[in-house]
Each structure stands twice: as C-alpha cells, then as structure tokens.
C-alpha cells in the first residue's frame, strides 16, 4: 500500500461513518433546494435567519468536525507539552514529509469540497453577496495552521492553547475585515493562497521533532515556578484514595481537551459579532452557535472519555493498568464523571468570559440589552433572569451530559457502537438546520406543537422501560451498591421536580399542560444512558 494510501485509509477507517453522514447532509439539502425551486415554494432564502440556518450553522458544524480529523485532534491531549500527532503513524515506513503533506493535502482538498458544496448547494439561489472563492482558501488556511500548530511540540504546557487562539485568531480577523471591505478576491488569495505552503514547512518541522521525541522543557528556566511544583508534587505524591488518583489521571488525560478546543473556537465565532452589526437574527445567531459550542465539542470530546489510555494499542478496550488498579466498575465510572465535572466548568468559564468581552468590544451589546429589555417589559424581569439563567444552566449541564451520556457506548469497547453513535450525532447537526427551516417556513409547527404530547409520552415510557431494566442488572450483578442506587434514584427524582416545578413557575400558561412539562423535566435529567456506564464497563474489562 502506497503513503498516500494508508494515510487516506486511516481518515476513512476511523471517520468513515461522519464523512457519510456529510455526504448525505449534501445530497438532502440539494434535494430541498431543487424541490423548493422546481415547485415555487414561497421561502426567503435571502433572510438573516434562512442563511443562518441553512448555511452558517452547516458550515460551523461541518468545518470543526474537519479540525478535530484532520488534526487528528481526538487522540491526543491539547493543553500537554507533547506533539498531537499519533505516535502509531510514526511506525508506518514513510518520509517525515509524507507524514505532515498528506494529512494537510487531504484536510485542504476537503475543506476546497466544503466551500464548493456550499456555494453551490446552500447558498444557492439566495441573493446574499458571498465571495465566490478566497473563503475556500481561508478555510484551508485555518486547517493547515491549526494542524502545524497542534502538532508541534511546545516547552510548556498549555501553550500549544495560546499561541494556537493569538494566530488563527488573527487569520479570521483577516477575513472578516476583508468581508467588512468587500476585498478584491485576487488581492485575498494572494494573501491565503501562501498560507498554506507555509504552515507546511511549519508542520513538517514539527512532525520531525515529535517523530525523533523532541519535547523542549522551560520548566529549568522558571526556578521558583520549577521548585514550587516540585513542592506541590511532594504535596500530592500520595493520593488519600485510589478513586482520588484515579480521578486525577482522568483529568490529566482527557479534561483538558474540552476546554482547550472551546478556547481555540470562541475567538473564530465571536469576531463574527463585527459582522453582525446591528442585524439582531445574525448577532443572536452567532450567539447561538456559541453556546452550543461546548456541548458540540463535548460530543467529540467524549469518543475519548471513554478510552483507558491515549496510548492504548486497543483504541476503545481497557488496558491492564486500569483492568487491574484495586476499583471496582463503579469507581472507575465515578472517575470519569468527576473529570467531567471540572471539564465542563473549565469550558463554560472560558465561555462566560468570552461572550460579555465580544460583545462590548464588537459594539454589539446593545443589540442584545435591548432584547432582553423587550423581554422584560412583556414577561417581567423575574422571568427574564430565570429564563437567561435557565438557558445557560441547560448548555452547562447538556455539556457535562454529552461527555458522559455516551459512556454507556464507549465503555463497550466495541467499535462499531462507538462509530456509529458518532454517526447518529453529526447527522443530527447537519439536518438540524435544514428541518428547522422547513419546519417554519411550511407552516408546520402547529401540527409538530400538537403531536409533542404523545412524542413525549413515547420516549418517557422507553426511558422508564430502559431504567428499570439496567438497574435490576445493576441489583443483581452488585455492581453498585443498594445504597448507591437508592441515593442515585432520590437525587434523580428531586432532580426531576425542581426542574418541574421552575418550568411550571416560567411557563404555566393554559396553553401549556403541566402534564407535558412533567414529560420534559423526565427527559431532561440523564439516567437510563448514565446507569448503563457500569455494566458497559464491566463488559469490556472482563472480555
């Protein structure tokens, strides 16, 4: 087999099930134009709120999925002083420069096939002025850069973060002002085309460093910062419980990911705010896919919570030195959901700082004030507080649930279940935005509004079903003790009611049945999915 064939059957063995679901994202939204155009359907695709939905979500949704491929962002740690690149690629019999060209030459001819479909498929026949090609080659640029960057190795941890934000950062700013400006495209693929040589001859270099090991250390220059830490190592060189150690490696594995990824993409969504102006459906848009950028990367971010060592040979099964550490099942899965805990605050804090700093710095703040002053007047400012912190409560908690709602597939080991479920996400977030849109503009949400009883019904009984089912094996097998799944199910049920009662409370209305907010609140608190961690783990470490 060829280099160029092993490195393009290593992207299409392990993301073979996302590249599908693009694929059919494409072929579907194709299928909605053409059908909307050859019947005349009355739709507005030239409104902020169409284009949002249509083409800025797709896009976002489409080109981070590439960055965290390409990149190879899922295998490794982003805050450690170590290359990002697999050490399994290095035993392949090819050149250092095919070990950094072909993973940049496959990442740049897909992003050139994104821009291209969504020029052709989403933006069209809208009216909306949207440069024809320099946007392809800033999209490669960003790729190429991030993949020089990610794979370098840095002197200090958590560097690889801020030299990562400081220069891409820079690159959007580039093509925003250039959208601002309505710049000439020959003048703008003058300025991208080079980027992506250059970021090249950037990755190459450090594809050859991580390749013979070459891991700089400024920690000697720092000689109070170096003694303290050797002070704090003395501090914690011994764990008050096997579940504390464990908890720590988790951390040091896989918690820093998340938070990492979230700081290298606010810069890229907020700067957008410039161009939002004073247009309220693309500043709340941008604000939208802000706060969803947490839980998106958290569904990435949980392929590798699962895993039980970064360098494991088997990808998805439990490696010796965890089969064996004196913790039971349930430890270990109690483990994990603490790391996620503190993986969810890291983000969201970097989240929480980030919004208020774009919008006063973009001049967009009022856009926004003014809304919730709206707001306010119409439902009081009660409300109006309980409603902003009920929506920033739900993407908290949504992220901490991607990160471990999907422990229950990963700890299986079995990697047809893990793809698959990969699958079933991205395909989610890419015909979200086309179904919304439909739904809205054919006038549906009527019928939707009145059928979301019984949907709601349905999947509350299967939820029941399910729970029962995993906790009378979780009873039998003693894989959690009564205690646990006594206290697990009284938290669970106050859960349940408190969220009850606050939707009562918010949005108690004749229109709105309590019955079917009793049905939400029972949907939205994890716990069939969240229960099944211990068997799945339990599974696969006796296999």
């Not at 050859?208 to 003395?234: M, N, Q």
């Not at 229950?408 to 977030?429: C, D, E, N």
């Not at 408190?498 to 029972?522: E, N, Q, R």
Request: net charge positive; aromatic share 12%; charged share 10%.
């Amino acid at each position: 087999m060829s280099p160029a064939a092993a490195v393009a059957w290593e992207f299409r063995q392990r993301h073979r099930w996302g590249f599908i679901a693009l694929i059919v994202y494409l072929a579907v939204l194709a299928t909605i134009k053409l059908v909307v155009v050859t019947r005349g359907l009355q739709i507005n695709f030239d409104s902020p709120e169409s284009f949002a939905f249509v083409v800025v979500m797709p896009i976002t949704a489409t080109f981070t999925y590439f960055l965290a491929v390409f990149t190879f962002g899922l295998d490794g740690d982003l805050a450690a002083r170590q290359s990002m690149y697999p050490p399994r690629m290095f035993t392949r019999p090819m050149t250092t420069a095919a070990l950094a060209g072909l993973p940049m030459l496959y990442g740049t001819a897909a992003m050139m096939i994104l821009w291209l479909a969504m020029r052709l498929f989403a933006l069209w026949p809208t009216g909306i002025a949207v440069p024809s090609v320099w946007p392809a080659f800033l999209l490669a640029s960003l790729l190429a850069w991030t993949q020089a960057l990610t794979w370098m190795p840095y002197p200090l941890a958590g560097l690889r973060i801020v030299v990562a934000v400081l220069w891409l950062g820079t690159m959007d700013t580039i093509g925003l002002l250039a959208l601002h400006f309505s710049a000439h495209e020959s003048l703008m693929i003058a300025i991208l085309a080079p980027q992506v040589p250059l970021a090249y001859i950037v990755a190459r270099f450090a594809v050859e460093r991580a390749r013979r090991g070459d891991v700089p250390d400024w920690s000697g220059a720092f000689a109070r910062l170096a003694w303290t830490g050797r002070v704090s190592s003395r501090r914690r060189a011994h764990f008050p419980s096997p579940a504390r150690a464990q908890a720590w490696l988790e951390w040091r594995q896989y918690g820093r990911s998340l938070p990492g990824w979230v700081g290298i993409l606010l810069p890229f969504e907020l700067i957008l705010l410039w161009a939002g102006g004073d247009s309220t459906a693309l500043v709340f848009t941008i604000l939208f896919v802000v706060l969803l950028t947490p839980p998106f990367m958290a569904s990435f971010a949980a392929a590798g919570v699962s895993k039980s060592s970064l360098n494991s040979g088997d990808s998805y099964g439990v490696t010796p030195f965890t089969a064996t550490r004196p913790l039971t099942d349930a430890d270990l899965v109690a483990a994990k959901l603490k790391m996620a805990i503190w993986s969810t605050i890291a983000a969201w804090l970097l989240v929480l700082i980030a919004i208020p700093l774009g919008l006063e710095l973009s001049g967009t703040s009022a856009v926004l004030l003014n809304r919730l002053g709206r707001l306010s007047e119409v439902v009081g400012t009660p409300r109006t507080v309980v409603v902003v912190l009920l929506i920033l409560a739900g993407c908290i908690a949504s992220t901490w649930k991607q990160l471990v709602q999907g422990l229950y597939i990963g700890l299986t080991g079995r990697a047809s279940l893990i793809k698959g479920s990969v699958f079933l996400i991205m395909g989610f977030f890419f015909l979200f935005g086309p179904f919304a849109e439909w739904i809205i503009d054919s006038h549906r949400l009527g019928e939707l509004w009145s059928a979301l009883p019984l949907i709601f019904a349905i999947l509350v009984g299967f939820k029941m079903i399910a729970a029962a089912w995993i906790i009378v094996r979780l009873y039998q097998s003693h894989l959690v003790s009564d205690r646990t799944l006594v206290t697990v199910a009284a938290c669970w049920s106050l859960a349940v009611f408190a969220l009850y009662a606050v939707l009562v409370w918010l949005l108690g209305t004749p229109h709105i049945p309590h019955y079917l907010m009793m049905l939400v609140a029972i949907l939205a608190i994890p716990l069939a999915r969240l229960s099944a961690a211990p068997l799945a783990l339990a599974w696969n470490r006796h296999r």
